[in-house]
Antibody
């Protein structure tokens, strides 16, 4: 059974960089059938796609976040990571890592999510 | 980007009743690339429907999806107690993929 687990600081100061890692178990991140992505959800609000990465390193970013965003993959550790720079309170959200189908991008597996609060 | 508008915002129904949730796209969603997710409090979303009308693995057949032009519908034929949750639609026909704002199905 595939599992995804987010890890990283739960509190980040304004103007600093938010960093999260997703560890994939029960399956290989090298699969050619999937992308790996990040989605966030501000408290009490809806879902926003942040970006996705293929095992080869090809990335796809939400234009609204692109200037602050880096997503990377480490196939040797079966992990992928998110870095979002210059954060503000508006970046406070539950961050989910997820598996997306290659081609049609429905999201078939989600991590449990981790709350990241931006506050001094 | 494609904007998805879900209605109603909240649906108050009793167990056993039929639920009809709407998702309207601001432009054409090609190849029926639309999905529906269910989210319960404190949990990650769960994929219910993909390709507008295909049920994901393990999803009961009381859940069904349909489309008519830019209008998409999720129908729950008979609500079970575990179906009370928030439902989101997602289009993945054009980048960036976008989500609707959600419909909450609550117990009446």
């Amino acid at each position: 059974q595939l599992q995804l687990q987010e890890s990283g600081p739960g509190l980040v100061k304004p103007s600093e960089t938010l960093s999260l890692t997703c560890t994939v178990s029960g399956g290989s991140i090298r699969s050619t059938s999937y992308y790996w992505g990040w989605i966030r959800q501000p408290p009490g609000k809806g879902l926003e796609w942040i970006g996705s990465i293929y095992y080869s390193g090809s990335t796809f970013y939400n234009p609204s976040l692109k200037s602050r965003l880096t997503i990377s993959v480490d196939t040797s550790k079966n992990q992928f990571s998110l870095m979002l720079s210059s954060v503000t309170a508006a970046d406070t959200a539950v961050y989910y890592c997820a598996r997306l189908m290659y081609g049609p991008n429905e999201i078939d597996y989600w991590g449990q999510g981790t709350l990241v609060t931006v506050s001094s | 980007e494609i904007v998805l508008t879900q209605s109603p915002g909240t649906l108050s129904l009793s167990p056993g009743e039929r639920a009809t949730l709407s998702c309207r796209a601001s432009q054409s969603v090609s190849r029926s690339f639309l999905a529906w997710y269910q989210q319960k409090p404190g949990q990650a979303p769960r994929l219910l429907i993909y390709g507008a009308s295909s049920r994901a693995t393990g999803i009961p057949d009381r859940f069904s999806g349909s489309e008519s032009g830019t209008d998409f519908t999720l129908t729950i034929s008979r609500l079970e107690p575990e179906d009370f949750a928030v439902y989101y639609c997602q289009q993945y026909s054009s980048s960036p993929t976008t989500f609707g704002q959600g419909t909450k199905v609550e117990i009446k």
